[in-house]
């Protein structure tokens, strides 16, 4: 599998967080590459593509491996990525990814559940609850995490503008919540994954 092709696998949220080492708010550099790990893991990588990919200087979300390189040379920056392969690889069979209906409605319902638990606060809060909620009704009909919705769609059912629904989802993309899918034909209408933030 080429390196480009690895990247474009992976979630958009662990892609970032590779390519721009972006950590995410709450975490630590270390659950950034564990997460990162996990989600190779979930599409198929081997250890030797993660290896591969963790080792590139041009990655700045691996740049606390190169830490450890320094510090411990080339086999102790391999070590850690080792332990970080085998707990992904741990985690995903504790957590497999969700592949038939009735788990990813069960899901669906625990997120609205966590959604409208939370507090939304200022000008953006309540718009970003109706796109969220929007999603969610449409993840509950189709039964999947995974589902084609175009803005227009959205935007009908929060009762906002195509420009607002486009501004919240780029807020609840930085949130965790809700993240494009990479679609093969760029005119196909939009597709999204919901994801659950509690994890």
Known sequence: MKTERLY???????????RQGT???????????????????????????????MLNRSNKGAAKIFEIKEQRGLNGAKAYLDLSW?????FVQRNPPISDC?????????????????????????TDFAVVSAHLDI??????????????????AAGVTRETVSKSHERLRRAGFLFPVRRPDPRATSR????????
């Open 8 to 18: 474009e696998d992976l979630g958009e949220k662990e892609r970032q967080c590779l």
């Open 23 to 53: 950590v995410p708010v709450g975490k630590t550099r270390s659950e950034m590459i564990q997460s990162i790990a996990a989600s190779a893991v979930n599409r198929g990588w081997t250890r030797e593509h993660f290896m591969e990919v």
């Open 86 to 90: 085998r707990k992904a690889i741990e």
């Open 102 to 126: 009735e788990s990813a409605l069960e899901l669906v319902r625990l997120l609205r559940s966590r959604v409208q638990s939370m507090s939304w606060p200022g000008r953006a809060g309540p």
């Open 139 to 156: 993840a509950e009909k189709v039964r999947s995490l995974t589902y084609a919705a175009s803005i227009r769609r959205i935007a009908v």
């Open 192 to 199: 999204w994954e919901l994801r659950d933030v509690a994890k």
